[in-house]
């Protein structure tokens, strides 16, 4: 995702309630999925799972029918990035990660929550060790979101810090 994009999903969990300190650790899940650059454009292969959360199946049809109603595309980055906000508000498929995020007290917890809470990735039939291996392995991008989303050298509290970091405040 563009760095504006990220710059409004950040704020969007943190006016929902999540501590800002804790959003590197979604970055993190959700880089586990589309990279560290979270494109918007990226479709699976395999099983054709799409974008930065790479939704599939039913995630994916709502998804398809979220962008549709608003004119845009499901590939368009601000489309998911407002989806992804979307789903933690209203979504039936990621009930309970919102209230989840909320108590979350480190980047490494909301790592966790988000990963097998929001994105649940296909580990149904594998070990709890193993899910614990490939949460700890989307952690390893943690420290490079802590700086990516930092402005002034901190990391923002919401919406109006970004304004400001992108010209509209200040």
């Given at each position: 995702l563009a760095?504006?994009?990220?710059?409004?999903?950040?704020?969007?969990?943190?006016?929902?309630?999540?501590?800002?300190?804790?959003?590197?650790?979604?970055?993190?899940?959700?880089?586990?999925?589309?990279?560290?650059?979270?494109?918007?454009?990226?479709?699976?292969?395999?099983?054709?799972a799409t974008?930065?959360?790479?939704?599939?199946?039913?995630?994916?049809?709502?998804?398809?029918?979220?962008?549709?109603?608003?004119?845009?595309?499901?590939?368009?980055?601000?489309?998911?990035?407002?989806?992804?906000?979307?789903?933690?508000?209203v979504g039936?498929?990621?009930?309970?990660?919102?209230?989840?995020?909320?108590?979350?007290?480190?980047?490494?917890q909301?790592?966790?929550?988000?990963?097998?809470?929001?994105?649940r990735?296909?580990?149904?039939?594998v070990?709890?060790?193993?899910?614990a291996?490939?949460?700890a392995?989307?952690?390893?991008?943690?420290?490079h979101f802590?700086?990516?989303?930092?402005?002034?050298?901190?990391?923002?509290?919401?919406?109006?810090?970004?304004?400001?970091a992108?010209?509209?405040?200040?």
């Amino acid at each position: 995702l563009a760095q504006t994009q990220m710059r409004r999903l950040q704020p969007g969990l943190v006016d929902r309630g999540v501590s800002a300190n804790v959003t590197p650790g979604v970055f993190a899940s959700l880089s586990g999925e589309s990279s560290k650059r979270l494109d918007p454009n990226l479709v699976n292969k395999d099983g054709g799972a799409t974008g930065i959360a790479q939704w599939l199946g039913p995630r994916k049809k709502e998804l398809g029918k979220f962008a549709e109603s608003r004119g845009t595309h499901m590939f368009d980055g601000d489309t998911q990035v407002d989806y992804v906000l979307h789903e933690l508000d209203v979504g039936k498929h990621t009930a309970g990660s919102l209230e989840s995020l909320r108590k979350a007290k480190t980047p490494e917890q909301a790592n966790n929550i988000w990963t097998r809470q929001f994105e649940r990735p296909f580990l149904n039939d594998v070990s709890e060790k193993a899910r614990a291996a490939h949460v700890a392995q989307r952690g390893q991008a943690i420290p490079h979101f802590s700086e990516v989303l930092k402005v002034d050298g901190k990391m923002p509290e919401g919406a109006a810090d970004w304004q400001n970091a992108v010209g509209g405040g200040k």
